[in-house]
Each structure stands twice: as C-alpha cells, then as structure tokens.
C-alpha cells in the first residue's frame, strides 16, 4: 500500500510538472507557467480592432476551427464586455515582430495575441490551435470547453523560405489534393509551395498562348494514368486558396531537359522537327529541347510570360537539372538565355544546382539538392560569391520521396534511405560554406514516381514534412533530437483528428498522445 501511495505520488509530480506543448515547429521562446489554463468556449469573444478586416478574417480561421467542433461558432467583435474572458487578436505594425512573428500570451485570465503583420497574426493562431486539445481538429460536436495552457511565446522565423515541393507532373494530383497539401503545409507554418509542373511524363499547366502543352503533353502519367493539367482557372483558385493561408505557390517549368512531354506537343522544340512519343517510364536525362533554334526560344518567353501573369509569386523556376544531352557550352548558354528572360519579365530567376557551374547572373536562386557532392558543394559556394542565394533541399535529408527505411514500400532510394531523424537532426546553418544571409531557407522535395494518391503524400510528407517546418523556423540552438522526438509523439492525435495518414515510424514514441 505504501509502495502504491509513493507511486501514484510519484506520477502526480510528473504531471504536475509543465511539460513543453507539443508545438511544431517549436516557438523561438517559450514559457510554459503552469497554473489554470485559458478555457476556450464556443461562446469566447474574439476580438478584434475595430476595422481591421485582416485581423478579422484571421479570426475567423479560429472561430471556424473552434465552431467546428463545439458546434457554436466564438464570435468576432470589436469589443467585449468588460470581465469577459476573451482572446484578443491584434495586428500593431509598430509591436517590432516582423513580417512572420507575433508574440502570444496566455493565463486564465484571457489571451493575447499580437503581430506586426497579418502572417504572423495567422502563425499565432496556428500555435494556439495546437495548444488546443487535438480534439478540436474533429468536426463534430465535443464537449466543450477547451483548455489552452497557461504559457508565454515570443516567436518569429529562423529563415523567409520554409517550403515543401510537390511533383504534379510524374502523377497528376488534382486542385483538392494541393488543396489539402496547402492546409497541412499552413498548420506548420510553412510558406512556400513549389509546384514542378512539367517533366518527361506531363504537362500539367494551361499555358493559353500554346494550348497543345496541356492538351496533348497534359495526357501522360508514369505507368500510363490519365494524367491531367490545371487550367488557369484552376491555377488562380490554388493560388488565392494558398494566399489566404500566407503560402505562395512558386512555379517551376523544367529545361532545356525533362521535357519530353513538350517534345510530344510541340514538334518544332526538336531539332529534327518531329514530335517524340510519348514516356510513361522514369528514367531521367534523356530528353532536351533544341537550344540552337529559335522556335525554341519564343516557346522560353510564351512560357514565363504566362507564368509570370499566372503567379504572384516573385521567383519563377526553370529547372536546369539532369541534363545530358547537350555539351556544357550549350547548357550555359542556355542557362544565361534563360535566366535573362525570367528577369525581364521581372521575376527572380531559380534553378536547380545543376545550373550553379553555368555562369548565373547576381540575384539568382539555386535549389540544392547534391550538397552531399564536393564537387557541387563548391560550385554552389562559387555561385553565392557571385551573388546568388541558396535554398536547401539535401537529398539525403529531406528528399521526401526517398523510403522511411527498407520496409517501406512507397519511394525511392538513390539518395539514400531517411529516416525521421535523418530528416530533422541536421543544421541547415552548416550545410555549405556560404554566408548566412546566403540561405533564404529549407524546401522538402516530393517527387512523384511511385505515388498517385492524397493518401501517398501525407504517408511520406508526414512526419517529415514537419521536421523540416522546425528545421526553417525554429533556431538551431532551440533544436534537439530528443525534445523533438517528444513533441513528435504528442503530436499524432491532430494528424489522427485531420485524417493524415501519417507514418508510425519506430524512431517515435507514439504513446506519448495518450489515447487517441
Ligand atoms: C532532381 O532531383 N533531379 C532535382
């Protein structure tokens, strides 16, 4: 009897001691007091300033969240009456939390939430849905009310680019999957949607100026599927669904190679003239257009001139990968071409870190995904002297496609196996030798040779993805494997609440979500 006296003792003290929220990515600084949480009800005021609509359409997105679940929608208004528990949300641009942060206070009292900016209005009610139950994510009626815990936060960004990649080209997924992508990707306050939208197997953009890209290169997918293609409507929906959850979607056209889907649409981009057959398979390098004609050239500036009308974004990308059909002379000059053209059409120029050795301009943007090559890590390191800056996407960390481990059925393995640490416990900050200002930040590559469905996507993005939306946010000395691994296993009910078909890996203690 004694023994089980000190034993259940022994466990209230745990208990009893404030445990850092299961928060990803984990806040730059935060303060778990202890004490009687904030009890979050359907009838809680939220309030706003008076005429501020973003704070007000902020709001919403967590009067939605909690309405969803306790079937009484939290009110946005203006004023509440005094004594009223309630959750303030306030855009100051004076408050110094710059473009993304925001400072969140939290007692029994009430909550206060600040930003300087509307994104960082919208990253604060993403940490306070996560320090709500992750029953909240459930639609349907649950007992409310809802207890947030007491705690302090004052958190902002590590890096501006915080980015996941989806291959639509090798399988087509259509606008509700990037849909979905978009909400998981603002859960984890991550910003940046790369969208590679053409290669050997499909064309997946309306380009209104040469309709046969989409109508004819839109018709393939590996292993023979229907394929498919956005339309500029489309485009516009997934953009405006992206914007209003602070994600800009960034196009990416590949060339001169992975373009055999061209090759079939469009017969002049060859230098014998004549269409290509169609591929279904995955092998890569062994298509290019035909640098040396001109055709091909007004085909450059037709394409990034729509894409430049059909994304807001700042930075158009044009591949430049795997290309071994043309010598090195014809490649840079290609690369020089290209670049120039996405520049008049104002735009930032990226590519992939194929194109570091080709002579870029000042200001260009290389995606590095063969850090782990010296002889490339040195090219990339040349290219920033010049004046270019660096997003990070090592395949051997966070090429999210690669196996989980060899028991994994979907994937690849030629960069390796990655594992969830593998992914997380890296320092982004050390990955080259380039200045800090040098790396805009972390993107995590989907690419879609082996998967066709929604459910293929959340099974390898998820837990990783996450992983690498703490890489990009939180600073390196706030980081650990292990206070990672924790968080991690407390964070399985919200995915399990959302339908995100997650993968149980054994690196995880997923008991520490208690019971789902
Ligand atoms: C790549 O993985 N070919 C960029």
Redesign the pocket.
């Known amino acids: 009897m004694r023994a089980l006296a000190f034993l259940l003792f022994a466990v209230t003290a745990v208990h009893a001691q404030p445990r850092t929220p299961a928060l990803i990515p984990l806040p730059a600084e935060v303060e778990v007091r202890g004490g009687a949480p904030f009890m979050m009800a359907g009838t809680t005021p939220l309030v706003v300033d008076a005429g501020d609509a973003e704070a007000q359409r902020i709001a919403g997105v967590l009067a939605a969240l909690v309405g969803n679940t306790v079937e009484t929608t939290p009110p946005v208004v203006e004023a509440a009456p005094g004594g009223t528990p309630a959750v303030r949300l306030r855009i100051d641009a004076e408050a110094g939390h710059g473009a993304e942060g925001y400072a969140l206070d939290v007692s029994a009292a009430g909550v206060e939430l600040v930003a300087s900016a509307p994104a960082g209005l919208f990253y604060g009610v993403q940490t306070l849905r996560q320090l709500l139950p992750a029953r909240v994510e459930y639609e349907a009626a649950l007992y409310a009310p809802l207890p947030i815990p007491s705690v302090r936060i004052a958190d902002a960004p590590r890096y501006a680019w915080r980015g996941m990649m989806l291959d639509v080209a090798r399988h087509f997924f259509g606008v509700a999957d990037v849909e979905r992508v978009i909400d998981l990707m603002a859960l984890h306050k991550l910003n940046r949607l790369h969208l590679h939208l053409s290669d050997d197997q499909g064309w997946r953009i309306e380009i209104p100026s040469r309709p046969a890209l989409a109508r004819v290169g839109g018709r393939t997918e590996v292993g023979g599927g229907p394929g498919g293609y956005y339309t500029v409507e489309d485009v516009a929906r997934i953009v405006r669904y992206a914007a209003d959850r602070f994600v800009t979607v960034v196009p990416e056209i590949d060339l001169p190679g992975h373009t055999n889907a061209a090759l079939v649409a469009i017969p002049e981009l060859n230098c014998d003239g004549r269409a290509r057959a169609p591929y279904t398979g995955t092998n890569?390098g062994f298509s290019t257009v035909c640098v040396e004609k001109e055709e091909t050239w007004a085909f450059v500036e037709d394409v990034v001139a729509s894409l430049a009308e059909q994304f807001p974004s700042d930075v158009i990308h044009l591949g430049g990968?795997?290309v071994e059909e043309l010598t090195a002379e014809q490649y840079a000059t290609f690369v020089t071409r290209a670049q120039a053209i996405v520049e008049a059409a104002g735009k930032r120029y990226a590519g992939?870190d194929d194109v570091a050795h080709a002579g870029l301009a000042p200001g260009a943007l290389v995606q590095v995904?063969r850090a782990q090559r010296a002889d490339v890590a040195r090219q990339v390191e040349a290219a920033v002297a010049d004046g270019a800056q660096v997003v990070l996407s090592p395949?051997d960390r966070i090429y999210i496609d690669m196996k989980y481990d060899e028991s994994t059925v979907l994937g690849l393995t030629w960069a390796g196996v990655n594992g969830v640490r593998d992914a997380y416990d890296w320092d982004p900050g050390a990955l080259l030798d380039v200045p800090e200002a040098a790396v805009l930040g972390v993107e995590a590559?989907l690419?879609a040779e082996t998967i066709s469905t929604i459910r293929d996507v959340e099974f390898l993005a998820f837990p990783r993805l996450a992983g690498v939306a703490e890489i990009g946010w939180t600073p390196q000395s706030a980081r650990s494997w292990s206070g990672y691994r924790a968080r991690l296993g407390a964070f399985g009910p919200r995915w399990t609440a959302l339908g995100v078909n997650h993968f149980r890996s054994p690196e995880v203690d997923w008991s520490l979500g208690g019971v789902e």
């Open positions: 890569v990968d795997e992939w995904w395949s590559p690419w």
